[in-house]
Nanobody
Framework: QVQLVQYGGGLVQAGGSLRPSCEAAGNTFGTNARCWYRRAPGKERELVAIVRADGSPVYAASVKGRFTISTYSTKNTLYLQMNSLKPEDTDVYFC?????????WGQGTQVTVSS
């Protein structure tokens, strides 16, 4: 199973930017999709962005135009460029990799946006 380790996140003022990353260790051959989710305590998990095997990204309406999902395949790294951050983006963000029928999760990283 692939191990995912997340980096980045933190505290930023509204309008600022962050770029959390997610490094995969292990065999990622056959990856179907790489995703970013977010979930605040007491809230439903929300799919933020997904990039499929063909490279096509899809974004949640709440982040479209502000967030960009990308991969650096040589390093097996997934990024989420977060621009024009809003207080409502405050959440714990998780990366996720789907390889055939196996789903792997990162440990989560806190993003806090102050108004």
């Amino acid at each position: 199973q692939v191990q995912l380790v997340q980096y980045g996140g933190g505290l930023v003022q509204a309008g600022g930017s962050l770029r959390p990353s997610c490094e995969a260790a292990g065999n990622t051959f056959g990856t179907n999709a790489r995703c970013w989710y977010r979930r605040a305590p007491g809230k439903e998990r929300e799919l933020v962005a997904i990039v499929r095997a063909d490279g096509s990204p899809v974004y949640a309406a709440s982040v479209k135009g502000r967030f960009t999902i990308s991969t650096y395949s040589t390093k097996n790294t997934l990024y989420l460029q977060m621009n024009s951050l809003k207080p409502e983006d405050t959440d714990v963000y998780f990366c996720n990799v789907v390889i055939q029928s196996t789903v792997s999760w990162g440990q989560g990283t806190q993003v806090t946006v102050s108004s």
